[in-house]
């Protein structure tokens, strides 16, 4: 913190900076949020970042890393990046009011000097190129909300240093009801947020979140999890850990990845010896579960395919009738 910056002052910033979405202290300096969010964060979301992003730079020497938080938020899982004492942090989101509360809190009030905070789209070519490679990226709660959801892997293929030391960080959700999650649909169904959750200036061509001062390129839409998968395997990621995190069930369906290109069999036996959060395990990753849920064991997925399968049929069936019909 800028020692000839008083407390008074710092607590009229963080007021003019609101809205805030999650909890943050310094010292006797506290940022408080009252979002469901940052209970989530708070309980789990942070404890587990921290305990699994220890794991991934255990063996390696951090001052040696750099790592990308995508979709960065106002800095909440940037800032545990940062204590880790990591060679440089970069911090990038679409949202200005965002980067503004991330500013403050990374770099006015905890003072890191391993960060830099960027705003700017992820969506965009030249400028994700523009910043470099990294060891880690983490890319959470992002996916679901690109124009185009594909080509942000290809971007990310430019990101991967030489030297093969990778992890990519991934969690999306899927939303529910449970019937989508577990549709034979390809990629998505394209269906959106109510619109009364979104607001604001529609030409810019972003939605923009009042709530909390997100930017968003689309409104979210339903992936699909096994199609998720698929694409994961096409660019060559190996070792495709997941977790289900106790937030997943109350909040929305998720898939919480950590990905590698390059397959490590004693990162699945690390990660679930030296993070002991209850709840949570680490499993290798087949494209058929979301959180706890499988959909090729539980009796319900089976039933409830079968009625999708069933509801195609008769939508086809109706479809022909049409056609028949004219
Ligand atoms: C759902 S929040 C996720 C925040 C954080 N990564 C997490 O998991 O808690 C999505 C964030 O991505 C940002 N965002 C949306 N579209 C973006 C884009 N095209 N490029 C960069 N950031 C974007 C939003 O402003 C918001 O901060």
Same mark, same amino acid.
């Given at each position: 913190m800028k020692t000839t910056t008083s407390i008074e002052e710092l607590e009229n910033r963080i007021k003019l900076l609101e809205p805030w979405r999650y909890n943050h202290s310094y010292g006797e300096i506290l940022i408080k949020s009252d979002t469901f969010a940052a209970q989530?964060?708070?309980? +789990?979301?942070?404890g587990l970042m921290r305990g699994i992003l220890t794991n991934l730079i255990a063996d390696k020497d951090p001052k040696?890393?750099?790592? $990308?938080?995508?979709g960065c938020l106002e800095g909440h899982y940037t800032d545990i990046l940062c204590s880790l004492g990591l060679k440089e942090v970069v911090a990038v989101d679409v949202s200005e009011g965002?980067?503004?509360?991330?500013e403050f809190l990374l770099k006015e009030l905890k003072g890191y000097e391993n960060v830099t905070i960027v705003q700017g789209s992820v969506g965009?070519?030249? +400028?994700?190129?523009? $910043?470099?490679? +990294?060891?880690?990226? $983490?890319f959470h709660g992002l996916l679901y909300h690109?124009?185009?959801p594909l080509k942000i892997f290809d971007i990310l293929e430019g990101l991967i240093p030489d030297d093969g030391v990778f992890y990519l960080l991934l969690s999306t959700q899927y939303k529910m009801p449970y019937n989508l999650v577990v549709s034979p649909m390809p990629l998505a169904d394209l269906q959106i947020k109510p619109l009364e959750e979104v607001d604001g200036d529609h030409s810019s061509g972003l939605l923009y979140s009042p709530a909390d001062g997100s930017v968003f390129e689309r409104c979210s839409f339903r992936l699909n999890p096994s199609a998720v @998968?698929?694409?994961?395997?096409? @660019?060559? @990621?190996?070792?495709?850990i997941a977790y289900d995190s106790p937030i997943g069930y109350d909040y929305s369906f998720h898939s919480n990845l950590v990905l590698t290109k390059r397959p490590q069999p004693s990162l699945l036996v690390n990660l679930n010896n030296h993070l002991k959060i209850p709840g949570v395990k680490f499993?290798?990753?087949d494209g058929a579960s979301v959180d706890s849920y499988r959909f090729n064991k539980k009796w319900i997925s089976k039933l409830l395919r079968f009625a999708i399968r069933l509801q195609f049929r008769i939508f086809k069936t109706l479809k022909l009738g049409r056609k028949n019909f004219r």
């Open positions: 989530l964060h708070d309980r +789990f979301g942070k040696e890393l750099r790592a $990308l938080d995508l965002h980067i503004e509360r991330a965009d070519e030249n +400028f994700m190129k523009s $910043l470099g490679r +990294f060891h880690i990226i $983490l690109l124009k185009d @998968y698929r694409v994961l395997k096409l @660019y060559g @990621y190996q070792g495709l499993y290798e990753w």
